[in-house]
């Protein structure tokens, strides 16, 4: 486990963070910024870089190659395109669809070995929580349910063979692309007439091609997931109710669809908004209007309006047009035999009144008509692809000169130390290899005016481009004087130098960091995924420790509801060590408790040698006792939370802290969403990446697990519920309020009854909603619930809300997951298959649904129930599964031991076997049980030391899986590990 204070600064090199300063004073840090392990920048770029040369080398013959068998007459004609620079760009168009071709072509061998595998389900590229896969080990065997998955099992080979197995890459982000073209149960949902989104956004583009073509997804399947978002349904049960609409996508795919076409409305609004600013300054033409409405991403709007920004001086070229300069521009590229340079000589006029003044206009209207025109600037790019441009940071002056400053002045103050950022103070990678972490450590370094970075574009550049532009684009349409020459050469030099070069260099570094920042995003996505979801400890006592020196240990006994049921103080590292260990004794036996949790805080070391001392004398018996480690992140300022004191009001802060790190492994998902995500302890740079985008990431990420895990409507938390797709806040509060007010909910109907909750918040949170007869036969002691809800219309006339159609009979369904909206399809599909409501979940319903399906098949038997097969399967896992399941049982829980190591055991080449606590861009950290995490870095995560279901994610690793790691270096000075993967424990 990672430990705070002293031990969570171990990896601190090149970054830091300010995420501890937000605790309360007193309260352990939390996770730090982990730093990247002295990484060999060659070592770390070079295979990617062979990857990037290899692709680019490759782009031409693949197109040749491919087009020679399919049209063998026609194969020369695209050569003259491929040939004329400007067209160079389009070139990835070609490739796409030769690509798509060959694939087609290809798919009847390859694709066909691996659908015989059916080893994992559709969601295997990255760790979302797959529904089917969960159900499936308790469900059916892969025999019984043949006609279970034989399109999806199709789409999957396609998908994987989308990247060749050469083809793996940690360093970038997986390619999100899904083959859903031949998919038979696909159905675009036609979008209402009047009301489609290119008339909506009024661009010159189509915003569902653009949006396929950034995001990689077919284009029916762009138009239904923007159709269902535009009707607000949320991603969790877009993912698990409406699954045939997007063939199976995961929610982190739906997820990135959703951000594109959030940033192309955004480019859309803002391209209205500064062609209303521009019409009202009386400067908008249709040309420039047609100019803003063809611009796809904010960059390229900030170039269009860079000159026209109020505030800003006008342009050079803009100053030129005023004196009436463009028409001799113009004549110079369509007429120069034409144009005589000193009748546009005015004598008394500033900027015309020499031949030399009136050149100089001419140059910089040139000038930004190259810099403005589409085709140049493809160009351009399409040279820059093809070449070398690499970043460079150095200390920056600024630096230097403060540091030598204070340390002339002997100043107390805390320096600003650049010593972390050593790795980069002579750094230079080319962009198509830097990693992702170096590019955000870059930009740290960057706004703390430590680092000084630019982009290099080679030379060689700039002279293709001149010569290109003289002599193809931009070349005069008859014969020009050599003075004219002159002129068209400079604006064609200054246009790259003042214009283009900038332009070029901003779009590089926004690139890389919007890259870095989205994958940065993902690894915190993920992290936090496997954390909320790590498996929950039922049925057992737990004592949570809140480790500390001076002011004690903080213990807490809960019951195995979680109750609290005594807390205390002890003084485990003073004189009074046996005293305290009796008190100890005393407690654990009165409750019969056996499991101790600690926090990973200050002392924990000590107080895990104290227990384990006491377990080994045998001190608890007849107590069988062990403990546990766990990440106490965040539990200091959850101690002291508006959620806290509602929750505990008459509890010491203190106490809090050791109340949430025992809940935390009695149920994870349920302590772990009262906490700020940020403060959880996990991930890498979240303080320099975009917050808008975190904080949409890791809310979406919270409600998919908590949704998908289901939460029991009678007796969760009213900030668990908050969390639940289609409720938020208010809607929470009021379900809160009715149940205080009328008892339980007997079925998922009433929930209807609730003020707030109309029909699509309904429909949104139904499925995701349990109704445990457990708990409600059980719940509270007085009143009559049913008499409760029958007098609530009556109580409240007022109400538009009545209970006349809502039935208070309970619903065994309502402890499924099956939505309301299929209850119809459930209760044909049992009548058909012989089974009743009073064998859900038994063994002999299962037996019969697997008959069933075995016989006629999935797809047959939803066709004659009039429904797709995604909401059968849906409907057959529901009725099967075992009352009370939960999909986190089969994942992760907490490791329990008896004993410790030390550091100093440790010898390079030994083998141990750990548990991942945490993952960052360079690497993974792991929890060998010595007070210290060892780090794995990313160089020795190779595809051949993982499981075939995580070769395409771009760590392939996340909080809590247990891994078998080899010691490569122990130095007990600097207290860090260095580890190598053998391979990952399942």
């Given at each position: 486990?990672l430990?705070?204070?002293?031990?969570?600064k171990v990896?601190k090199e090149?970054?830091t963070?300010?995420?501890?300063?937000?605790?309360?004073?007193?309260?352990?840090?939390?996770?730090?910024?982990?730093?990247?392990?002295?990484?060999?920048?060659?070592d770390?770029?070079?295979?990617?870089g062979?990857?990037?040369?290899?692709?680019?080398a490759?782009?031409k013959?693949t197109?040749?190659?491919?087009?020679?068998p399919?049209?063998?007459?026609?194969?020369?004609?695209?050569?003259?395109?491929?040939?004329?620079?400007?067209r160079?760009?389009?070139?990835?168009?070609?490739?796409e669809?030769?690509?798509?071709?060959k694939?087609?072509?290809e798919?009847d061998?390859?694709?066909?070995?691996?659908e015989?595998?059916?080893q994992?389900?559709?969601?295997?590229?990255?760790l979302?929580i797959?529904?089917?896969?969960?159900?499936?080990?308790?469900t059916?065997?892969?025999?019984?349910m043949?006609?279970e998955?034989?399109?999806?099992?199709?789409q999957?080979?396609?998908?994987?063979?989308?990247?060749?197995e050469?083809?793996f890459?940690?360093d970038?982000?997986?390619?999100?692309?899904?083959?859903t073209?031949?998919?038979?149960q696909g159905?675009?949902?036609?979008?209402?007439?009047?009301n489609?989104?290119?008339?909506?956004?009024?661009?010159n583009?189509?915003?569902?091609?653009?949006?396929?073509?950034k995001?990689?997804?077919?284009?029916?399947?762009?138009r239904?997931?923007?159709?269902?978002?535009?009707?607000?349904?949320?991603?969790?049960?877009?993912v698990r109710y409406?699954?045939?609409?997007?063939?199976?996508?995961?929610a982190?795919a739906v997820?990135?669809?959703?951000?594109?076409?959030?940033?192309l409305?955004?480019?859309?609004?803002?391209?209205?908004?500064?062609a209303?600013?521009?019409?009202?300054e009386g400067?908008?033409?249709?040309?420039l209007e047609?100019?803003?409405r063809s611009?796809?991403?904010?960059?390229d709007?900030?170039?269009v309006y860079?000159?026209y920004?109020?505030?800003?001086k006008?342009?050079?070229?803009?100053?030129?047009?005023?004196?009436g300069l463009e028409?001799?521009a113009?004549?110079?590229?369509q007429?120069?035999q034409?144009l005589?340079?000193?009748?546009?000589?005015?004598p008394?006029?500033?900027?015309?009144?020499t031949?030399?003044?009136?050149?100089?206009?001419?140059?910089q209207i040139?000038?930004d008509?190259?810099?403005?025109?589409?085709?140049?600037?493809t160009?351009?790019?399409?040279l820059?692809?093809?070449?070398d441009?690499?970043?460079?940071s150095?200390?920056?002056k600024?630096a230097?000169k403060?540091?030598?400053?204070?340390?002339?002045?002997?100043?107390?103050g805390k320096?600003?130390?650049?010593?972390?950022?050593?790795l980069?103070?002579?750094?230079?990678?080319s962009?198509?290899?830097?990693q992702?972490?170096?590019?955000?450590?870059?930009?740290?370094?960057e706004?703390?005016?430590?680092?000084?970075?630019?982009?290099?574009?080679?030379d060689w550049?700039?002279?293709d481009?001149?010569r290109?532009?003289v002599?193809?684009?931009?070349?005069?349409?008859?014969f020009?004087r050599p003075d004219?020459m002159?002129i068209?050469?400079s604006?064609?030099e200054?246009?790259?130098?003042r214009?283009?070069?900038?332009?070029?260099?901003?779009?590089?570094?926004?690139?890389?960091?919007?890259?870095a920042?989205?994958?940065?995003v993902?690894?915190f996505?993920?992290?936090l995924?496997q954390?909320l979801?790590m498996?929950?400890?039922r049925g057992?006592?737990?004592?949570?420790?809140?480790?500390?020196?001076r002011?004690?240990c903080?213990?807490a006994?809960?019951s195995?509801?979680?109750q609290i049921?005594?807390?205390?103080v002890?003084?485990?590292?003073?004189s009074?060590?046996?005293?305290?260990?009796d008190?100890?004794?005393?407690?654990m036996?009165k409750?019969?408790?056996?499991?101790v949790v600690?926090?990973n805080?200050t002392a924990?070391r000590?107080?895990?040698?104290?227990?384990a001392d006491l377990i080994k004398?045998?001190?608890?018996?007849?107590l069988?006792v062990?403990y546990?480690?766990?990440?106490?992140?965040?539990?200091?300022?959850?101690s002291?939370s508006?959620?806290?004191?509602?929750e505990?009001?008459?509890?010491d802060?203190n106490?809090?802290?050791?109340?949430?790190?025992?809940?935390?492994?009695?149920d994870?998902?349920a302590?772990l969403?009262?906490?700020d995500p940020k403060?959880?302890?996990?991930?890498t740079?979240?303080?320099?990446?975009?917050?808008?985008?975190l904080?949409?990431?890791?809310?979406?990420v919270?409600?998919?697990?908590?949704s998908?895990?289901g939460?029991?409507?009678?007796?969760?938390s009213?900030?668990l519920m908050?969390?639940v797709?289609?409720?938020n806040a208010?809607?929470?509060?009021?379900i809160?309020?009715w149940?205080?007010k009328n008892?339980?909910f007997?079925?998922?109907?009433?929930?209807k009854l609730?003020?707030?909750l109309g029909?699509?918040?309904?429909?949104?949170c139904?499925?995701?909603?349990?109704?445990?007869?457990e708990t409600?036969?059980s719940?509270?002691?007085g009143g009559?619930p049913?008499?409760?809800?029958?007098?609530k219309?009556s109580?409240?006339?007022s109400?538009t809300k009545?209970?006349?159609?809502v039935s208070?009979?309970?619903?065994?369904?309502?402890?499924?997951?099956?939505?309301?909206?299929?209850?119809?399809?459930?209760?044909?599909?049992?009548?058909q298959?012989?089974?009743?409501?009073?064998q859900?979940?038994?063994?002999?319903?299962?037996?019969?649904?697997?008959?069933?399906v075995k016989s006629s098949g999935?797809?047959a038997?939803?066709?004659s129930?009039?429904?797709?097969?995604?909401?059968?399967?849906?409907i057959?896992?529901?009725l099967?599964?075992?009352?009370?399941?939960?999909?986190?049982q089969?994942?992760e829980q907490?490791d329990?031991?008896r004993?410790?190591?030390?550091?100093?055991?440790?010898h390079k080449g030994?083998?141990?076997?750990?548990r991942?606590?945490?993952t960052?861009l360079?690497?993974?950290?792991?929890?060998?049980?010595v007070?210290?995490s060892?780090?794995?870095p990313?160089?020795?995560i190779?595809?051949?030391?993982?499981?075939?279901?995580k070769r395409?994610?771009s760590?392939?690793l996340?909080?809590?899986?247990?891994v078998e790691?080899?010691?490569i270096d122990?130095?007990?000075?600097r207290?860090?590990?260095?580890?190598d993967?053998?391979?990952?424990l399942r």
């Amino acid at each position: 486990m990672l430990r705070r204070a002293g031990s969570a600064k171990v990896y601190k090199e090149e970054t830091t963070t300010d995420e501890d300063s937000d605790e309360p004073s007193g309260c352990p840090a939390t996770l730090e910024e982990p730093e990247e392990w002295l990484p060999e920048v060659k070592d770390k770029t070079k295979g990617r870089g062979r990857k990037k040369k290899d692709e680019a080398a490759e782009k031409k013959p693949t197109v040749r190659r491919a087009a020679r068998p399919r049209e063998p007459k026609e194969a020369k004609e695209p050569k003259p395109k491929a040939v004329r620079k400007p067209r160079a760009p389009k070139a990835p168009k070609a490739k796409e669809g030769v690509d798509k071709g060959k694939e087609e072509e290809e798919s009847d061998g390859v694709f066909q070995q691996a659908e015989s595998l059916q080893q994992v389900q559709v969601k295997e590229e990255r760790l979302s929580i797959s529904m089917d896969k969960a159900f499936s080990n308790i469900t059916t065997t892969p025999g019984a349910m043949s006609g279970e998955e034989p399109s999806s099992s199709k789409q999957l080979s396609k998908v994987k063979k989308e990247e060749p197995e050469d083809d793996f890459s940690f360093d970038e982000p997986v390619l999100k692309k899904q083959k859903t073209t031949s998919a038979p149960q696909g159905r675009p949902i036609k979008l209402k007439s009047g009301n489609s989104l290119r008339d909506e956004l009024q661009m010159n583009w189509e915003p569902i091609q653009v949006l396929a073509e950034k995001t990689g997804v077919e284009q029916w399947v762009c138009r239904n997931i923007t159709q269902l978002l535009q009707e607000e349904n949320t991603i969790p049960f877009i993912v698990r109710y409406r699954k045939e609409l997007i063939n199976h996508m995961d929610a982190d795919a739906v997820r990135d669809v959703q951000l594109v076409l959030e940033e192309l409305c955004s480019v859309a609004k803002k391209s209205q908004s500064i062609a209303q600013t521009l019409k009202k300054e009386g400067v908008l033409t249709s040309e420039l209007e047609q100019e803003l409405r063809s611009c796809r991403s904010a960059e390229d709007l900030d170039h269009v309006y860079a000159p026209y920004k109020k505030g800003s001086k006008l342009s050079k070229a803009r100053r030129a047009k005023q004196l009436g300069l463009e028409t001799a521009a113009l004549a110079l590229l369509q007429s120069p035999q034409t144009l005589e340079l000193h009748l546009w000589i005015k004598p008394n006029t500033e900027g015309l009144s020499t031949v030399a003044e009136v050149a100089t206009g001419v140059e910089q209207i040139l000038a930004d008509m190259m810099a403005k025109d589409g085709e140049t600037l493809t160009y351009v790019r399409s040279l820059c692809d093809r070449s070398d441009v690499t970043i460079q940071s150095t200390v920056s002056k600024t630096a230097l000169k403060e540091q030598q400053q204070q340390q002339a002045a002997d100043q107390k103050g805390k320096p600003k130390d650049i010593s972390k950022f050593s790795l980069y103070f002579e750094f230079r990678c080319s962009v198509q290899r830097i990693q992702h972490h170096q590019t955000l450590a870059i930009n740290r370094g960057e706004n703390l005016k430590i680092l000084s970075v630019k982009v290099n574009i080679p030379d060689w550049v700039k002279t293709d481009f001149c010569r290109w532009c003289v002599n193809v684009r931009w070349r005069p349409q008859g014969f020009a004087r050599p003075d004219l020459m002159k002129i068209l050469n400079s604006a064609v030099e200054d246009s790259y130098k003042r214009l283009i070069t900038p332009l070029l260099c901003r779009g590089y570094r926004t690139k890389l960091t919007t890259n870095a920042e989205k994958e940065s995003v993902a690894m915190f996505v993920r992290n936090l995924r496997q954390r909320l979801l790590m498996c929950p400890i039922r049925g057992r006592v737990i004592l949570g420790v809140d480790p500390g020196y001076r002011h004690g240990c903080k213990l807490a006994v809960l019951s195995p509801t979680s109750q609290i049921l005594h807390t205390d103080v002890v003084y485990l590292h003073s004189s009074g060590r046996n005293r305290e260990a009796d008190k100890l004794r005393h407690l654990m036996l009165k409750h019969s408790c056996q499991t101790v949790v600690i926090g990973n805080g200050t002392a924990c070391r000590e107080t895990e040698a104290f227990f384990a001392d006491l377990i080994k004398s045998g001190f608890f018996k007849p107590l069988d006792v062990s403990y546990c480690i766990t990440n106490e992140a965040g539990a200091s300022i959850y101690s002291v939370s508006p959620e806290a004191v509602k929750e505990m009001p008459d509890l010491d802060p203190n106490l809090r802290s050791a109340v949430s790190i025992g809940r935390r492994v009695q149920d994870p998902l349920a302590e772990l969403v009262k906490i700020d995500p940020k403060h959880i302890g996990i991930g890498t740079y979240q303080h320099d990446v975009s917050q808008s985008l975190l904080r949409a990431a890791l809310d979406g990420v919270v409600q998919e697990c908590v949704s998908f895990v289901g939460v029991d409507i009678n007796i969760c938390s009213e900030t668990l519920m908050r969390h639940v797709a289609g409720l938020n806040a208010g809607r929470a509060r009021s379900i809160a309020e009715w149940r205080e007010k009328n008892g339980p909910f007997l079925n998922r109907e009433q929930l209807k009854l609730v003020k707030g909750l109309g029909p699509k918040s309904f429909q949104q949170c139904a499925g995701f909603v349990r109704i445990n007869p457990e708990t409600v036969h059980s719940y509270g002691s007085g009143g009559n619930p049913d008499s409760a809800s029958a007098e609530k219309p009556s109580a409240k006339k007022s109400k538009t809300k009545t209970s006349g159609s809502v039935s208070n009979q309970p619903n065994p369904l309502d402890q499924t997951c099956i939505h309301p909206e299929s209850y119809n399809i459930a209760m044909r599909f049992l009548s058909q298959v012989g089974g009743s409501l009073n064998q859900l979940g038994s063994a002999e319903l299962r037996q019969q649904v697997e008959s069933s399906v075995k016989s006629s098949g999935l797809e047959a038997l939803a066709q004659s129930l009039n429904t797709c097969p995604e909401t059968l399967q849906l409907i057959v896992d529901g009725l099967t599964q075992p009352p009370g399941f939960d999909i986190r049982q089969d994942f992760e829980q907490a490791d329990f031991k008896r004993g410790i190591v030390s550091m100093s055991d440790l010898h390079k080449g030994m083998l141990l076997t750990g548990r991942v606590e945490n993952t960052a861009l360079f690497g993974a950290f792991v929890d060998i049980g010595v007070g210290r995490s060892g780090l794995i870095p990313k160089r020795y995560i190779t595809p051949d030391k993982l499981p075939t279901d995580k070769r395409r994610r771009s760590l392939a690793l996340g909080p809590g899986e247990r891994v078998e790691v080899r010691v490569i270096d122990v130095d007990l000075q600097r207290n860090r590990i260095s580890l190598d993967l053998v391979r990952v424990l399942r």
